[in-house]
């Protein structure tokens, strides 16, 4: 901004975003998990660019109007990637709103959190890493206990069937078989319950 006196130029002030300490390490973590990082920004290109070289990001796509955002998300799902969004004000609403998960920083503006998915409660990007390292993690207790279920019921069946019966003469008690059933179901809650022990790593 020019800063002029009597229709003179005295001055020139410059305005900044600045970028939060912690910015850097979590673009950082989110490469090393995997992640494609792109920064969607209204920003012109030069400062744009400034800030993205700051925290370690090389595919910027700047000068986005507010309603272009959602557009840009719908042509990355259309390349067959799976999109997570990071917002905190009202323009990212709509973009929020199309990605495949949206996040929400928790100390953005109300039309944002309730346009997400998921709020990250602390104002930091490391909150993003943390909650894809839980969502991870419960997604691996799921398999787990699908597979061992289906284990579980394709040995299990076949016996209470009477398999077994022409070779040993026994068929399966219903005592047993519903002992068996309540172990399989104590067995899958108690693997969904190691996750109140799982604990994110440090960012």
């Not at 503006?109 to 993003?128: F, M, P, Q, R």
Request: proline residues 3%; glycine residues 8%; positive net charge.
């Amino acid at each position: 901004m020019f800063l002029a006196v009597d229709g003179k130029p005295e001055g020139v002030i410059s305005v900044a975003d600045t970028v939060k300490q912690d910015s850097l390490e979590a673009i950082t973590a989110m490469k090393n998990i995997g992640l494609e990082v792109i920064m969607v920004t209204g920003d012109n290109e030069r400062t744009a660019r400034a800030i993205a070289k700051k925290v370690g990001i090389t595919n910027v796509i700047s000068d986005v109007l507010p309603q272009n955002k959602a557009e840009i998300v719908r042509k990355l799902q259309a390349d067959g990637k799976k999109v997570a969004m990071v917002g905190d004000g009202i323009n990212d609403a709509p973009a929020l709103t199309q990605a495949d998960i949206g996040m929400a920083i928790g100390t953005g503006t109300d039309v944002a959190i309730e346009a997400s998915d998921i709020t990250l409660v602390k104002g930091s990007l490391k909150s993003v890493v943390q909650a894809i390292q839980i969502s991870r993690a419960t997604m691996r207790n799921v398999y787990q206990n699908l597979i061992g279920a289906f284990i579980y019921n394709a040995l299990g069946i076949p016996i209470a069937l009477g398999v077994l019966y022409p070779l040993t003469g026994s068929l399966l008690s219903p005592l047993v078989a519903a002992a068996a059933m309540a172990f399989s179901s104590v067995t899958v809650v108690a693997n969904a319950n190691r996750l109140k022990r799982f604990k994110p790593k440090e960012v």
